[in-house]
């Protein structure tokens, strides 16, 4: 039976979600106000009832939110140093490959949402249905946890609500500016540092969803028919070969292919110069392995593939189409982890307006009492981090041109 082509399915999801926004806010256009960024629309929900509910979660279990913000805030401490050494060591990896006249890939990308999943040099596409779910999931709880945190340390929330910047989703919430900048410094960290917190909490919970209930169910749902090629590098040895996108790969030199782990281990036992015969859907194609550009002496075909699978018999006569839902579940689980982990990083660096950013100046005017010289140590560490940033987004694209 024929199964939901994804891009089908997207469409139809992201209009039903935005026909529900779009129903709902006319609903409560009352609470509704239409700001402008530039030349882009911000629209922005405001609810008093939201205020309540989160500051009855942060009020009525305020000792155990407390708790849950003070251990965020060494957690979200360990993180910024480890995203801010990760950029260091990119910096330093992209100037030794400059040196040695090898290739250069941006280990930072902007994500985007697409028709499907793919990267082109310093955009990362997703999704579109994933993208957009995901990123609601991600900035609702990020956003409610500072608030419910802020009520739990006392301090009173001006506005909390939702809206959509464009076609974008975001979550917001807007405590007390006088009365935030006067609280203790734990209140302060632990209500900057819980909204990325809570995506690493998030994170590991879908990686224990996917891992003890999704990956199970779908292995004994369905049977694995081969290797699908989801894209392949221009000039490389598998487009030279005759390789194409969409191609389905079901043996390779003679072996029939239990897994996409097992065809990773049959690549790997190659190297440089090694022939392969794969057999595919569309007829058979041998490819001569040429040097992977990221690591001298492995085998390189220039293909990035998926696994192709297929409902098992008995249950496809049962429940049809069905079973699929599972592989949607468990292709969202997957951006939605990945997505958890970059923002929440991404939040913590320590530039300026960001979580990471803040949670650094209120540290560095603690320890520093020269106020002067506090904002002074605090805008060399924020220019630095963020000149960090932007190497890694474009560096490599630009150096890559004078190669």
């Known amino acids: ?26 609903k409560n256009k009352k609470n509704v106000k239409i700001e402008w960024m530039a030349f ?18 942060g009020r009525t279990y305020e000792k155990f939110w407390q708790i849950y913000g003070t251990i965020a805030i060494p957690v979200a401490f360990i993180a910024m140093a480890f995203i801010v050494y990760f950029l260091i060591q990119q910096v330093l990896a992209t100037i030794t490959k400059v040196l040695n006249g090898e290739t250069l890939q941006s280990a930072v990308q902007f994500i985007l949402p697409g028709a499907s999943a793919s990267s082109s040099g310093i955009v990362q596409f997703v999704p579109i249905w994933y993208f957009l779910g995901s990123l609601a999931i991600i900035l609702v709880v990020h956003e409610l946890m500072h608030g419910v945190v802020a ?46 917190f809570t995506n690493f909490v998030v994170a590991i919970i879908v990686l ?11 292995a004994g749902t369905f049977d694995f028919t081969g290797a699908k090629i989801v894209s392949i590098t221009p000039g490389e040895p598998a487009e030279l070969a005759g390789l194409e996108a969409g191609d389905i790969i079901t043996a390779a030199n003679g072996i029939e292919l239990k897994s996409t782990k097992h065809f990773v281990n049959i690549l790997s036992a190659n190297k440089p110069g090694d022939s392969i015969t794969l057999a595919t859907n569309n007829g058979d194609k041998t490819a001569i392995f040429g040097e992977n550009p990221k690591q001298e002496g492995l085998a390189y075909l ?22 699929w839902a599972l592989q949607y579940i468990a292709q969202f689980f997957y951006w939605l982890f990945v997505l958890n982990i ?31 010289n506090a904002q002074k140590v605090f805008m060399l560490i924020s220019y630095l981090s963020l000149a960090l940033l932007l190497f890694n987004l474009f560096g490599p694209a630009i150096l890559g041109g004078f190669q």
């Open 342 to 372: 970059g923002i929440g990083l991404f939040n913590l660096l320590p530039i300026g307006p960001l979580d990471g950013g803040k949670m650094a100046n209120s540290l560095i005017d603690y320890v520093i009492k020269n106020k002067t």
């Open 208 to 218: 224990g969803l996917t891992t003890f209930l999704v990956a199970p169910a779908i």
């Open 40 to 57: 882009i629309p911000v629209i922005l929900y405001r609810s008093k009832r939201t205020i309540e509910h989160v500051r009855k979660l």
């Open 302 to 323: 220039g293909i990035q593939f998926q696994s192709e699978s297929a409902v098992k018999p008995t249950i496809a006569d049962r429940y049809g189409q069905l079973p």
């Open 1 to 26: 039976m024929a199964t939901i082509d994804p891009f089908v399915f997207s469409l139809i999801a992201v209009a039903i979600i935005y026909s529900a926004i779009g129903a709902f806010l006319w």
């Open 151 to 196: 009520e739990a340390f006392k301090l009173k929330l001006k506005s909390v609500g939702f809206g959509l910047l464009a076609i974008i989703p975001l979550a917001f919430v807007e405590p007390d500016e006088k009365q935030f900048n006067k609280a203790p410094l734990r209140a302060r960290e632990a209500i900057l540092a819980s909204g990325a």
